[in-house]
């Protein structure tokens, strides 16, 4: 199952490695041709490592064993890559808090830096999904800069808006991340091709609404066609919530086969990345949302 989350054109694992996940992987004698859909089969009905190229044969019983070569990904590479990669959030988002006042006097130059920032992030993180093979410096350096803009943008929600609304958003965003990881574990959400399709389709629907929406808001004035205030802006933020949500669930289905299938360790850097841009969106829906909910007080 390929992954992805808010960057649409990420590719997720199975590059340059010889293939798993049932991406790239050769197929057994007797199975589907090449050309055929990957998912005109159940993976899961037979075992999964039938078409692992990494898998080993049981001298016993000559049946596929998952793989055990070294170098290959664990769930600690991921926990630990992906710790490293919101560290540099936290600690950039940290000093632009501090180091970039938005009071009136300053607020057009820190504005200024923050979307400076949020660009570079933006061309970083374009540049590490059309690459073949993870970048840790290229996703580190998204890291910060993103890091910068929320750090910018989050002192302003909380001086202009609400103080409180920071800790909200992170509680949200944790809360949510916390929920849609049990549901996984628990099996009450299975990533299909179905699923994936749906998310994919709806997330590109919901970002060129915005997009368009902020077009209107750039010649037209005001907030656009309406969605980012009021009941249509609440609404929009619910939704984005729920596809961030959704992007988690797709992550953690990537980081499941990259486990599963025996990755290269230096795979583990996309998971972090993926992760790292899902819960940025989330955050900054729920900041987004606790603002508009605020504002109409």
Not at 171 to 199: D, H, N, P, Q
Not at 229 to 243: D, H, Q, R
Request: with cysteine.
């Amino acid at each position: 199952m390929r992954s992805s989350n808010p960057v649409f054109s990420r590719r997720g694992f199975s590059r340059d490695n010889g293939g798993y996940a049932g991406f790239n992987a050769q197929q057994p004698a007797g199975g589907p041709a090449a050309g055929t859909d990957p998912y005109a089969q159940n993976p899961y009905a037979t075992n999964p490592y039938a078409t692992n190229p990494y898998a080993q044969q049981d001298v016993q019983t000559g049946l596929p064993q998952a793989p055990a070569r070294p170098g290959a990904m664990t769930i600690d590479d991921v926990v630990t890559r992906t710790a490293i990669t919101l560290g540099t959030v936290f600690v950039t988002a940290a000093l632009a808090w501090l180091l970039l006042p938005v009071d009136p006097a300053n607020l057009g130059k820190s504005y200024g830096i923050g979307i400076g920032a949020a660009l570079v992030a933006f061309v970083l993180a374009m540049v590490q999904a059309f690459k073949r093979k993870a970048s840790p410096a290229l996703i580190l350096g998204y890291a910060a800069f993103e890091g910068v803009f929320l750090g910018v943008i989050s002192s302003a929600v909380s001086t202009y808006v609400t103080a409180g609304a920071v800790p909200q958003a992170v509680l949200g965003t944790m809360a949510v991340f916390a929920g849609v990881l049990i549901a996984y574990k628990m099996r009450w959400i299975r990533v299909t091709r179905r699923f994936y399709g749906f998310v994919m389709a709806a997330a590109i629907g919901f970002v060129l609404l915005m997009a368009v929406n902020a077009l209107f808001a750039l010649f037209g004035g005001g907030d656009g066609l309406g969605f980012r205030s009021g009941g249509l802006g609440i609404m929009f933020g619910v939704i984005g919530i729920i596809l961030g949500a959704c992007f988690l669930a797709l992550d953690f289905k990537q980081v499941e086969d990259g486990i599963t299938y025996g990755a290269p360790r230096e795979e583990s850097w996309l998971a972090a990345f993926g992760l790292t841009m899902t819960l940025v969106w989330i955050y900054l829906e729920f900041l987004r949302l606790i603002s508009i909910l605020q504002g109409d007080d």
